[in-house]
Every structure is written in C-alpha cells, then in structure tokens.
C-alpha cells in the first residue's frame, strides 16, 4: 500500500512530461509558421510596391510615349531586382527555412541566425531600391546592399548545407535535390557577380545603371541559371502528388539541368545562339521528366485550392517553352529588342509568377498553420488577371517594340493594369489567410499538404 502513491506521482509525472513536450514542439512550430509568414508577407510586399508598381508606371510611359527607352534603364533594374529578390527571393528563402526538419528540435535561440536572415536580405533588396530609384549617396548603398545580400544567403546556405550534410548518411538524396542545389548554386553564383558588379559601377561609372550588354547575359543567370532550377526542383517535389503525375524521371532531369546550366554558362561567356538552344533543349527534357503533359496517373488534388489549379500549373510550363522559343528567334534576329523584353516576360511572370501564384497558394497556407486558404475564386481570379495580361504584354512586346503593329502601343497599358490587379489579388488572398485564426498546432512531423 505505501508505494501506491509514488506509481501515481511517477504516472503523473511522465504524464506532465509528455504534456510539456507537446506544448514546446507546438510553440516551434507555431514560431517557424509565423517565421515564414514573415518572409511571404515580406515578400508580397516588394512585389507590390518596388516590384509591380513601379513597373506599370515604367510600362504606362512606354506606351505614352510608344517608345521603349523612354525610361531610365536604372528604373527598369531596379524593378526586375524587386521582384526577382525581393520578391522571389524572399519566397525561397522563407520556404528553405521551413522546410529543414532540425530546426523543430531545437530552442527558439537557435531561430536566431534566421531573423537575422530576414534582415540583411530584406536591408540588402530595400537598399538596393533606394540606391537605384532614389541615387542618394549610390556610391555606397548599393555596394553594402550586394554584401548584405550575400551575407544573408551564405549564413542560409550554411545552416541548410548542415542540415543535409546530417541527413546524408542516412537516406540518398532524390533527384529533385540536386536540382535545388543547382539553383542554390546559380544563386550563390548570381550574388557573387552582383557584388563585385556593383563595386565596380561605384568606383567606374557615373550611376549604378549596369551595361546593356552584361545586364543581357546577367539576366540569364539570374532566371534560367536560378530561379528556373528551384521551380523544377519543386516540381519534381511537389507536383506528382498534387496532379497525380505518372512516376518522376530523376535521371532525365538530370540531363535537363545539365543541359540548361551550359547554357547558362555559355550565355554569360556571350555565345548567346548556342546558349538559347541548350536552354530550350533543357526545358523540352525538364517537362519530359515531369511528365507534366502525359496523362495523369490519379485525380488532381484540388481541394482547398480552385480546380482550375491543374490547368495553370501547365500553362506555366507552356509560357516557359514560349519565352525559350523567343529567346532562341532574338538570337538569330538582329534588332531584337521587343523579343528578347517578350522573352524575359513570358518567362518570369508567364511562367514564374503564374508558379508562385499557383503553387504558392496551394502550400503556403497549409505551411502557416495549417490554414486554409481564404478564397479559392480569388485564386482563380489573380491567375486568370495574370494570364491575360502576360498575354497582351508579350504580344504588345513583339508586335510595337519590332514595329510590326503600331496599335499595339496601346495594349500596353492593359496588359499593365491586369498584372497589377492579379497581384494585388495574390497578395489580397494571401494576407487574409495569414490573418485569419489559425487552428490548433499539433507536436507533429512536417507534412507535405495532400
């Protein structure tokens, strides 16, 4: 009878244990949600100012004065710099930081190094802005904003090349990592140049404008040698499951981030035709190991997302084989202009952004929270906007910048006002969801949203 009590006290003890174990597995989680939604809402917001805004206004005095260099060409990098870092960039690193199963175990201390993150990356593209629209002191705002950049991704780059390093022994990687370990490189690669780019103009040039001729080739490894391999890396991931894909094809897409990353080589060595081909033998080979246009192997998940979610998903894809066929045509053009800017276009609004919007609205919810998303008709409505006005605007590109079709001038600023509505829609959606109650976080795994 006496060691009645102390079995009680020990059963009410592990009992205590496993409770407070709960309660600080859901406080991570809870921390990490709201780490993410931070780089989103971040992100949302260099898109809509910086980003979409300051490039309608750019498009609206083309079209008033039907003439392409009617804007500063610094003004123009100052945008592509918004949306493709301060926007997509901050999506990367945010889902990146998510996505790594360690930081679950351990203290909130060790979330340290990624506020710090945010805060050099976020400093780094916001100086950038300033020091470009704004060319108050230039000379040393933007040199500082490369190397907060780059510090901000060599810190992430160490802590998710740690976390690999620890899981490596255990489990072989799949193909779709090595594919994100490309773009992660074309990015380190990317931040490496914009350094010593941007200490060079502080030194030599009389404003941060970068050449026409390097920016071309820049261009190139920013998207197809960056931002193009995370979205195939993620694809490989993420799109089996939610279209009910036939069986990925590592090896063969492989070969289709071998193939495209010569090509970004070679576009920066300036062989610019040799680099077009291999980049849309690349693509072709990317989609044929996707098997994004085979049928499908089982219903698409769709719920909690429109079912149209399918559909863009694979006009994404469709846009990026037109930006490589345009790019290949500007290759072998000699005023080419209007095609290479209806290239650069189809690709990253045609087929990134229509990724971002569709992709990011089917996961990001169920990332922060496990929430659902606010509004499936606003999704439709934000790809259907973005869809049309990518439509107009590459169209508008060819046919008035190459002097085909005069009257396209005046599409311009259509295609203008159906981008920035789409994005502030996609911004819209997003930020109410985030808003809104999440539910109860469970001590559970990270799970894929199915």
Known sequence: MSTLPTRIEREAGRRLAASEIVDITAARERALSGMLMLYISTGLV????????????????????????????????????????????????????Y???KLR?????????????????????????????????????????????????????????GHHAE?????????????????????????????????????????????ANFDQRFLVLETWGCLVPFVWGFS???LPVFLGLRPLRGRILLLAIALNSGGVLLALAGAILPATVLILAGLATAITALRLFEPAERPAKVKGVHVSFP???????????????LSLWAALSRDSSGIWGASRHALTVGFLATMVFAIGQRVLPAFSGMRLLFSTKLMFCSLMLLAVGCL??????????????????SWLPTSAICEMAAVTVFAFNLL??????????AAQPLREPG
């Open 99 to 101: 996505s790594i199963p």
């Open 392 to 409: 107009l605007r590459v169209s508008s590109e060819v046919l008035a910048y190459q002097g085909m079709v005069r009257a396209a001038w």
């Open 105 to 161: 175990r351990m203290g909130s201390f060790a979330l340290a190094p990624v506020w710090c993150v945010w805060g050099l990356w976020t400093s780094g593209v916001a100086l950038r802005w300033l020091g470009s629209v704004y060319p108050w002191h230039w000379r040393v705002l933007v040199p500082l904003s490369s190397v907060c950049e780059l510090t901000a991704f060599l810190v992430f780059f160490r802590i998710v090349s």
């Open 236 to 238: 490989a991931k993420w």
């Open 46 to 97: 260099f898109m809509l100012l910086p980003g979409t805004f300051l490039g309608v206004w750019n498009l609206l005095t083309i079209s008033s004065h039907r003439a392409a260099n009617s804007v500063s060409p610094v003004w123009i990098q100052a945008h592509g710099h918004a949306q493709i870092f301060g926007w997509i960039g901050s999506f990367i690193l945010g889902i990146g930081f």
């Open 311 to 325: 559909f863009f998903v694979r006009l994404a894809y469709i846009w990026a084989l037109i930006a490589a066929f």
């Open 167 to 211: 899981d490596s022994g255990k489990t072989p990687l799949d193909e779709w990592v090595f594919v994100v370990i490309a773009g992660s490189l074309g990015l380190l690669l990317t931040l490496l140049i914009n350094v010593g780019l941007t200490f060079y103009l502080s030194f030599q040039s009389t404003s941060p404008e970068v050449p």
């Open 432 to 441: 109410i969801t985030f808003a809104r109650q999440a539910p109860a976080i």
